[in-house]
């Protein structure tokens, strides 16, 4: 999910009670007001969502945004450790907003999320050019740490925390289309995939109140958005408590919760985890209309000694008998996975059983990586990166042409069907068609019928599909 996204707004977008707000504590905050701010967010959509809380946090000090980094006083890159090519991706970029201060001298530059948090105040070092470090915990102290930065002085804070969610900031939704928004429901995780850098980049685990996360998705429905998807690292193992120990609330409970918010506002969530997602969350899935019949379940490997290698803490059989479940109480679920291939020792065979569960399970969609070897992680400490990069890239190519094979065989099932689509907004090739998504979060494209607009529900019937994209007519 390796996504970009640069990020614009002004304070028309919002209202007017926070643009006051936003004046008063100019004031206290320093020299702020009016200075611009762009962000630009790698990564996952957890990242996405975070860069939504830090612009909260940046105009209450009274900046105003824009999507031109080129005007910026201020420019944030939220970054991605995830894998060594994103971190690559980040500092090219770094470079190009370098050559900003040789025009701006106070522009202030600032790295914050999952990079800044592995590298800490080496990366002021490494890169001169950056005055900011920010992790992904400290988001409340920009305040602090851009007077730092505007007094000369490098700013750090990378302190990671055993209790923020942010619960109490109102995120600024950037780049909206104003129908979907993300909603973050946890932050860390405790799972400690050997592969991956997350755990040391984000910390321990924790759930955010779930009222909050209830008070959040009833305003989002009453600002008219039509869609919202509850964000987590492994959202299954959600568990929040009132202090008195009055009140506990698990996943699926949380979601009936959010699902019962606005019976039109359709419900999404990712990322599950093979282990521990429940019969009750299935079923919670399929009492309520509003809750998307799609679930992300990354597999990594069909390969049980490899799972086992890779700390997944379920192999081949308990993936099956998770999917088994699904088909079993959800038989229109879509499922989507991410594959690693190539992972330390991994043999051609075990190759072969990422090939053959992928066929198997028969994924609505895939992300397909290679191994990447990330510094600090289990694997990089304990086991050789010792498959070949061209035999990588060849199993690569393999995985993608088995998922191409999978996704299309599951769009001509959609075919002479009717679906009940979403409309996102037009299509890209074409202002005569709308583009929208079903259930199953395939997109659509249909017709424009001008009874109808972006954010409205309409009933298509698919007539075709091409490989990724089914298409048809809205039926009365
Ligand atoms: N190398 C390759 N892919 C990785 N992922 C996580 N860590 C690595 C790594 N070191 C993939 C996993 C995970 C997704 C978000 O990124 O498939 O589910
Ligand atoms: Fe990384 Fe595993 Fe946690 Fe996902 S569940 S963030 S892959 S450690």
Same mark, same amino acid.
């Given at each position: 999910?390796?996504?970009?996204?640069?990020?614009?707004?002004?304070?028309?977008?919002?209202?007017?009670?926070?643009?006051?707000?936003?004046?008063?504590?100019?004031?206290?905050?320093?020299?702020?007001?009016?200075?611009?701010?762009?962000?630009? !967010?790698?990564?996952?959509?957890?990242?996405?969502?975070?860069?939504?809380?830090?612009?909260?946090?940046?105009?209450?000090?009274?900046?105003?945004?824009?999507?031109?980094?080129?005007? $910026?006083?201020?420019?944030?890159?939220?970054?991605?450790?995830?894998?060594?090519?994103?971190?690559?991706? &980040?500092?090219?970029?770094?470079?190009?907003?370098? $050559?900003?201060?040789?025009?701006?001298?106070?522009?202030?530059?600032?790295?914050?999320?999952?990079?800044?948090?592995?590298?800490? $105040?080496?990366?002021?070092?490494?890169?001169?050019?950056?005055?900011?470090?920010?992790?992904?915990?400290?988001?409340?102290?920009?305040?602090?740490?851009?007077?730092?930065?505007?007094?000369?002085?490098?700013?750090?804070?990378?302190?990671?925390?055993?209790?923020?969610?942010?619960?109490?900031?109102?995120?600024?939704?950037?780049?909206?289309?104003?129908? !979907? $928004?993300?909603?973050?429901?946890?932050?860390?995780?405790?799972?400690?995939?050997?592969?991956?850098?997350?755990?040391?980049?984000?910390?321990?685990?924790?759930?955010?109140?779930?009222?909050?996360?209830?008070?959040?998705?009833?305003?989002?429905?009453? /600002?008219?958005?039509?869609?919202?998807?509850?964000?987590?690292?492994?959202?299954?193992?959600?568990k929040w408590a009132s202090e008195d120990g009055s009140q506990s609330v698990n996943f699926a409970q949380l979601l009936a919760m959010v699902a019962e918010v606005d019976p039109q506002m359709r419900v999404r969530f990712s990322t599950s985890h093979p282990k521990d997602i429940t019969d009750e969350v299935l079923h919670t899935m399929a009492k309520y209309h509003n809750i998307c019949k799609y679930i992300?379940?990354?597999?990594?490997?069909?390969?049980?000694?490899?799972?086992?290698?890779?700390?997944?803490?379920?192999?081949?059989?308990?993936?099956?008998?998770?999917?088994?479940?699904?088909?079993?109480?959800?038989?229109?679920?879509?499922?989507?996975?991410? &594959?690693?291939?190539?992972?330390?020792?991994?043999?051609?065979?075990?190759?072969?059983?990422?090939?053959?569960?992928?066929?198997?399970?028969?994924?609505?969609?895939?992300?397909?990586?290679?191994?990447?070897?990330?510094?600090?992680?289990?694997?990089?400490?304990?086991?050789?990166?010792? &498959?070949?990069?061209?035999?990588?890239?060849?199993?690569?190519?393999?995985?993608?042409?088995?998922?191409?094979?999978? /996704?299309?065989?599951?769009?001509?099932?959609?075919?002479?069907?009717?679906?009940?689509?979403?409309?996102?907004?037009?299509?890209?090739?074409?202002?005569?068609?709308?583009?929208?998504?079903?259930?199953?979060? %395939?997109?659509?494209?249909?017709? &424009?019928?001008?009874?109808?607009?972006?954010?409205?529900?309409?009933?298509?019937?698919?007539?075709?599909?091409?490989? %990724?994209?089914?298409?048809?007519?809205?039926?009365?």
């Amino acid at each position: 999910m390796e996504e970009l996204l640069k990020t614009g707004i002004t304070l028309k977008d919002h209202d007017e009670s926070r643009q006051g707000e936003a004046l008063m504590l100019d004031g206290k905050q320093g020299n702020t007001k009016g200075r611009k701010l762009y962000i630009e !967010s790698y990564g996952c959509a957890m990242n996405f969502s975070d860069s939504e809380i830090v612009a909260s946090v940046m105009i209450d000090m009274g900046f105003e945004t824009t999507a031109n980094y080129k005007e $910026a006083d201020v420019i944030f890159i939220n970054t991605c450790s995830i894998r060594e090519n994103a971190e690559q991706r &980040v500092r090219n970029r770094l470079r190009e907003f370098g $050559a900003i201060k040789k025009t701006k001298k106070d522009a202030v530059i600032g790295v914050l999320g999952c990079m800044a948090e592995r590298l800490k $105040a080496k990366f002021l070092e490494e890169e001169k050019l950056v005055d900011l470090v920010v992790g992904p915990d400290a988001y409340r102290d920009l305040p602090s740490l851009i007077n730092q930065a505007d007094e000369g002085a490098k700013a750090v804070n990378v302190l990671l925390s055993r209790e923020e969610t942010y619960a109490d900031i109102s995120p600024i939704r950037l780049n909206s289309n104003g129908i !979907s $928004a993300f909603i973050s429901i946890m932050r860390g995780c405790d799972n400690m995939c050997s592969f991956c850098v997350v755990p040391f980049t984000r910390g321990r685990e924790r759930s955010r109140d779930a009222h909050s996360i209830v008070q959040e998705a009833k305003e989002l429905s009453q /600002a008219g958005y039509r869609e919202v998807t509850l964000l987590g690292q492994n959202v299954d193992s959600y568990k929040w408590a009132s202090e008195d120990g009055s009140q506990s609330v698990n996943f699926a409970q949380l979601l009936a919760m959010v699902a019962e918010v606005d019976p039109q506002m359709r419900v999404r969530f990712s990322t599950s985890h093979p282990k521990d997602i429940t019969d009750e969350v299935l079923h919670t899935m399929a009492k309520y209309h509003n809750i998307c019949k799609y679930i992300h379940l990354p597999v990594q490997s069909g390969n049980s000694r490899i799972l086992e290698k890779m700390n997944r803490t379920y192999d081949r059989e308990w993936y099956l008998e998770r999917v088994d479940a699904i088909r079993g109480i959800l038989p229109n679920c879509a499922i989507s996975t991410d &594959v690693i291939v190539g992972f330390c020792s991994e043999t051609e065979e075990e190759h072969h059983d990422t090939l053959s569960i992928m066929k198997l399970v028969g994924y609505d969609f895939a992300y397909m990586f290679k191994y990447s070897e990330r510094p600090g992680t289990l694997a990089a400490k304990r086991f050789e990166d010792d &498959v070949p990069e061209e035999v990588k890239s060849r199993r690569l190519d393999e995985v993608i042409a088995q998922q191409q094979a999978s /996704a299309h065989q599951q769009l001509q099932k959609q075919i002479g069907k009717v679906q009940e689509v979403l409309i996102d907004g037009y299509s890209k090739k074409s202002k005569h068609d709308f583009s929208g998504r079903n259930d199953q979060n %395939a997109t659509v494209i249909f017709p &424009v019928d001008e009874r109808f607009q972006p954010g409205n529900y309409v009933k298509v019937l698919a007539e075709s599909c091409t490989k %990724a994209t089914l298409i048809g007519k809205i039926i009365d």
